[in-house]
């Protein structure tokens, strides 16, 4: 519970650090969203885990899953653009997947030099298992929170899609935030 109202807290009335040099407080702003946004997730994903009964999977494998779900198959290549990881990483991961039986490799039917990486039913379930329970883990949260609370942080989640677009596409600053409410 702490850790929602954190959350909610910092996307609808962030903390006031000394900003003298940013008479906009964007700057406390950005430095308090990343400050909860990684304890959030890693939170969120153990308590989920943990609610579910889900062995322990490491963030990158979870990013990977992710990437390749529901249904797609793409090359360790592709894969490592998409996360930002050095090709050693992303081969060092597929093969561990592998071996838990998350994932499975097949020749690109394009090019028969290549290989494919999709998931594997396990994994499909194991991530319909953990969504479950991150849902009802949120959902039982949510329900504390005021009619008021719910609708900001409702109204906050397509702010954060668009910045974590942003971030996808390594925009910085100077992208322009998307029209709606509290947005001018």
């Not at 009964?53 to 979870?62: E, K, M, S, V, Y």
């Not at 479950?132 to 989640?157: F, H, K, N, V, W």
């Amino acid at each position: 519970m702490r850790l929602l109202q954190t959350y909610f807290v910092v996307i609808a009335y962030p903390v006031c650090v000394d900003d003298s040099g940013d008479p906009t407080g964007l700057s406390a702003i950005a430095r308090s969203l990343s400050d909860e946004i990684g304890p959030f997730r890693r939170t969120l994903l153990n308590s989920s885990r943990a609610r579910a009964g889900l062995p322990l999977i490491p963030d990158a494998q979870i990013e990977v899953l992710r990437r390749l779900f529901p249904d797609k198959w793409v090359s360790p290549t592709v894969l490592g653009r998409q996360l930002g990881l050095a090709r050693p990483t992303v081969s060092n991961l597929v093969v561990a997947m592998e071996r838990s039986g998350l994932v499975s490799r097949r020749a690109d039917e394009a090019d028969a030099r290549s290989t494919k990486v999709g998931l594997t039913d396990l994994a499909r379930e194991q991530l319909h298992v953990y969504d479950s329970a991150a849902e009802g883990l949120l959902t039982s949260i949510l329900r504390d929170l005021t009619p008021a609370e719910q609708g900001t942080l409702r109204d906050a989640l397509p702010l954060l899609g668009h910045i974590r677009t942003a971030l996808e596409r390594g925009e910085d600053a100077t992208v322009n935030a998307p029209s709606g409410p509290g947005n001018a």
